[in-house]
């Protein structure tokens, strides 16, 4: 008997201009039933169309509240890390630098170091830190890889601008036959890669020994 209520509910539902996913909102029932129930009651061409416009403005409007629950978890993060970081001091800097080389900076023993990335707040704390450890921004030279489809004179402007380094301290930049257009994995700011060179043997030398003690501290863990 209940089953019977069910397909006379189903039907009246399909009556009425739901579809076989309202239908199954309202009643517990498969869809390969309600096929067999429903054979006979199709939709009108009308009918689909309005439903298929109804669904799509319910799956943007499904994609935009899971964008803003996204960007409210994203802020929420945000204020905490913001809170939990707080001020820099000259040690936390001293620290985070030597932890950015280790990942990011040449491993050479000797020319000086050099920090590599796509990303200019990267490079830009990488100088700052090099300024806390006496040595002016003046002091480095900046080579950059390029493609070939990319603007050298720009790209140089905008290095130069963002950095806030002379275009005068800039080497004539390495450019790839490849275009940018061309990458597949695209992760990068749009600027080529840049690289700060300080030729100092001397921060070598301190650098490359810091690294081997902090090695020596992740091998007591």
């Known amino acids: ?27 517990d029932v498969n869809k390969s039933t309600l096929s067999n129930w429903l054979s006979k009651y199709p939709l009108s061409n009308e009918k689909i169309k309005e439903l298929r416009d109804w669904s ?30 707080s ?14 080389y280790w990942g990011e900076g040449s491993k050479r023993d000797k020319g000086g170091i050099s920090f590599t990335n796509t990303n200019p707040f990267m490079i ?23 493609y070939s489809d990319m ?16 275009k005068d301290q800039f080497r004539r930049p390495y450019v790839k036959d490849k275009k ?13 890669t840049c690289s700060v060179v300080l030729e100092k043997q001397e921060m070598n030398d301190y650098v490359l020994s810091s690294l081997k003690y902090l090695e020596e501290i992740a091998k007591s863990y």
């Open 56 to 85: 799509s403005k319910r799956i943007e409007h499904f994609r935009q509240t899971m964008a803003e629950k996204k960007k409210d978890k994203l802020e929420k993060a945000f204020s905490r890390a913001k809170k939990d970081i």
């Open 1 to 27: 008997m209940a089953r019977l209520k069910d397909k006379q509910k189903a039907i009246d539902l399909r009556l009425s201009g739901k579809s076989y996913s309202q239908i199954k909102e309202v009643l």
């Open 180 to 192: 940018s257009s061309e990458i597949s994995y695209k992760n990068g700011f749009g600027h080529g």
């Open 151 to 166: 603007d050298q004179m720009e790209e140089i402007k905008f290095w130069s601008r963002e950095l806030k380094i002379s």
């Open 124 to 146: 830009k704390f990488f100088i700052k830190w090099l300024e806390q450890a006496g040595f002016k921004s003046d002091s480095l030279k900046v080579n950059l890889h390029l």
């Open 87 to 100: 001020k820099l001091s000259s040690r936390d800097l001293f620290i985070g630098g030597l932890f950015l």
